[in-house]
């Protein structure tokens, strides 16, 4: 069974760059889209993109021009860049794995703060 | 691409059935069959319990039950237990690799 664990700065100013990384570990690198959503507090969870092992993205519109995600195959890693963040981005955010139009595995989530 | 739509909060008492609604739009529930559903307990991550509709991930016991009618996804959860108490989010596939989430029910177990 993969599992994720996830890390990265908690702590930002607004126009910051967010910077998330999420292990694999357990199962195959290859063969899942590796994913990030997240969940402002007391609010509901917003899908914010995926990247496959090779690099394929796909990214929500809303948030496309300010993220990227990249994988490292190599270590089993993959990571989320949010750039010029303000506190509308401040949130839980979980790394996940989506098979068949699921999303089967979460990380431990990682509670990012924005404020000045 | 707007979230889907559900109560925000459903109740009921133990053994008794609800259903939460999720209602989206024809270019998400309405035309395709990837609507899954989550189980978040508090200050914990999400958990998939349902998926393509109506299909339960192994291990969910068969009171949850997933149906969809056009637009709108049902989740039914028959014979309450104080440990459905939880937050349910549904998930729509929503076209060109992308997917919505529902704003979140929170089920009561009076």
């Known amino acids: 069974q993969v599992q994720l664990q996830q890390w990265g700065a908690g702590l930002l100013n607004p126009s910051e760059t967010l910077s998330l990384t999420c292990g694999v570990s357990g199962g195959p690198f290859s063969g899942y889209f590796w994913t990030w959503i997240r969940q402002p507090p007391g609010k509901g969870l917003e899908w914010i993109g995926e990247?496959?092992?090779?690099?394929?993205?796909n990214y929500n519109p809303s948030l496309k021009s300010r993220v990227t995600m990249s994988v490292d195959g190599s270590k089993s890693q993959f990571s989320l860049k949010l750039s010029s963040v303000t506190a509308a981005d401040t949130a839980v955010y979980y790394c996940?794995?989506?098979?068949?139009?699921?999303?089967?595995?979460w990380g431990q989530g990682a509670l990012v703060t924005v404020s000045s | 691409q707007s979230g889907l739509t559900q109560p925000g909060s459903v109740s009921g008492s133990p053994g008794q059935s609800v259903t939460i609604s999720c209602t989206g739009t024809s270019t998400d529930v309405g035309v395709h069959k990837y609507v899954s559903w989550y189980q978040q307990y508090p200050g914990k991550a999400p958990k998939i319990i349902m998926y393509d509709v109506d299909k339960r991930l192994s291990g969910v016991p068969d009171r949850f039950f997933g149906s969809k009618s056009g637009n709108t996804a049902s989740l039914t959860i028959s014979g309450l237990q104080t440990e459905d108490e939880a937050d349910y989010y549904c998930?729509?596939?929503?076209?060109?690799?992308?997917?919505?989430f529902g704003g979140g029910t929170k089920l009561t177990v009076l």
């Open positions: 998930c729509s596939y929503a076209g060109s690799y992308t997917w919505v």
């Open positions: 990247i496959s092992h090779l690099g394929t993205t």
């Open positions: 996940a794995t989506e098979v068949s139009f699921r999303f089967e595995v």
